[in-house]
Every structure is written in C-alpha cells, then in structure tokens.
C-alpha cells in the first residue's frame, strides 16, 4: 500500500476530496480548483494526480445518484445516450494521447479551466446585479444586451448546433486530460431546461458512467497504481 508521505500534501488531498463531494452537489465552479489541488499536490506528477482523484469522482457521482433515486428513469437515460456514445471516442482519444501530451500542457490546460470557471462566475454575478427591480417592465426596442452576454449566447447556440457528437468528443478528451468535462457537460444539459434535481441526476449519471470506464483506463495505463487504492478509498469517504 501507498500513502503519502507530506503532512501538508495529504492534508490539502482530503480538502480536495471534501470539495469534490461539494462540487457534486451542485457547487460546480469549485471543480477546477480540486483538479488543480490534485494534479499539484499529488505524488507522481500531474497525470498521476488526476488518476488518484477519479476514485474521488465516483464516489461523490454515486452518492448523488444513490441520493436521487439509484437509476435513471428509460426517458432520463435517452437524454444522454447520444452523448455518452460520442464520450467514449473522446475518452479513446485522450488516453491515446496522454503518452504524448507533456504534464506542462496538462497544467495549462487546467488553468485555462479555471479561467473559464471563473469567468462564468464573474458573468452570473454581474447578470444578477443587473436584474431590473420587481414589477419593471423593461423597454425592448433598442435594448442591447451586454457583451458578454451576446457571446455566451452565441457560444451555446453553436454549440447545440453541433449536436451531441461534438459534445460528446469534447467531453470525453477534456475529462481525460483535466477531469472537469462538467463545464462542457452543464452547456449541454442546461440547454435541455431540466429541473434542478433531474439536472444533478443526469449530470452524475453520465459522469459516473465516464467516470467506471476512466478508472479501469487509468489503472491500465498505471497513472493509477493498485497500491494507491486504499488511500482513494480514504478521500473518496471524505468526498461521500
């Protein structure tokens, strides 16, 4: 068995774990900030980092699952068929490429996760602080919405525009590389309008089902080692 040896890495993993069981129940710009917590403070390396934290992941997806009901209902499960098929290319292709990709690239990309986590939440605050009092009727024409607005709205309409293969791949490569394919993941199901519950329910269904096939992944390819598991074990309870 493995444990680490740092007092002060494995206390920062069992906040991060703590947090992942946060981010699943619905505090979702906190993701970022766990991968990153991993990848730095995890022994191994980065890609090491990211295979201890998938045991993490599915514990906190199962318990929202668990919590919900235990399954998804025949007409829940039609809702992300399509995207969970396309997932698993992406999911091939990341692993294919992880070998190549550099653990500098790999950091990169999670700090631009983080700047986009970042920025939607900027943009969700801003939008609230400029919600017009109770009872006025805002005047339509010539109303011009704010810039950033415009382009997130642009942003989700391209990208239900392509459907759920481009999701799909995006979604399985970028888990892959950064475990956070939940902020492609909300883009998708939001546009669906989905009650907040359902919403939570569908979003740990699909990610604990990527999250299964990730594990065996990372254990064959060894950025997850068998001896670290009891340890996984550990943060895992912390996430639950």
């Known amino acids: 068995m493995e444990w680490p040896t740092n007092v002060v890495s494995t206390g920062v993993l069992c906040a991060a774990a703590a947090g992942?069981?946060?981010?699943?129940?619905?505090l979702t710009g906190l993701a970022p900030v766990t991968s990153w917590a991993f990848t730095a403070f995890a022994e191994g390396g980065?890609?090491?980092?990211?295979?201890?934290?998938?045991?993490?992941?599915?514990?906190g997806d199962a318990m929202v699952v668990w919590t919900h009901g235990g399954a998804l209902a025949l007409?829940?499960?039609?809702?992300?068929?399509?995207?969970?098929l396309h997932t698993l290319l992406g999911l091939v292709l990341g692993y294919a490429l992880l070998d190549v990709i550099s653990d500098s690239l790999?950091?990169?990309?999670?700090g631009a996760t983080l700047s986009v986590a970042a920025y939607r939440r900027w943009c969700r605050r801003h939008s609230a602080s400029a919600q017009q009092p109770k009872g006025h009727v805002p005047q339509r024409v010539g109303c011009?919405?704010?810039?950033?607005?415009?382009?997130?709205?642009?942003?989700?309409?391209?990208?239900?525009?392509?459907?759920?293969?481009?999701?799909?791949?995006?979604?399985?490569?970028?888990?892959i590389l950064t475990n956070n394919s939940g902020l492609l993941l909300d883009v998708h199901l939001l546009g669906l309008g989905l009650p907040k519950e359902k919403f939570l329910m569908i979003r740990s269904a699909y990610l604990l089902t990527c999250g299964l096939v990730k594990l065996v992944g990372h254990l064959h390819l060894?950025?997850?080692?068998?001896?670290?598991?009891?340890?996984?074990?550990?943060?895992?309870l912390l996430a639950a």
């Not at 992942?20 to 619905?26: A, E, I, Y």
């Not at 980065?46 to 514990?59: C, E, R």
């Not at 919405?145 to 490569?173: D, L």
């Open 20 to 26: 992942s069981g946060l981010v699943k129940c619905g």
């Open 46 to 59: 980065v890609k090491n980092g990211l295979g201890l934290m998938q045991p993490v992941l599915i514990t």
């Open 75 to 84: 007409t829940e499960l039609l809702l992300i068929k399509g995207l969970l």
């Open 106 to 110: 790999v950091k990169r990309t999670l």
């Open 144 to 175: 011009k919405q704010p810039p950033w607005q415009r382009a997130w709205a642009a942003f989700s309409a391209w990208w239900q525009a392509r459907g759920r293969a481009v999701s799909g791949v995006m979604c399985g490569f970028v888990s």
């Open 222 to 236: 060894g950025s997850l080692r068998v001896a670290q598991l009891p340890f996984a074990a550990v943060l895992g």
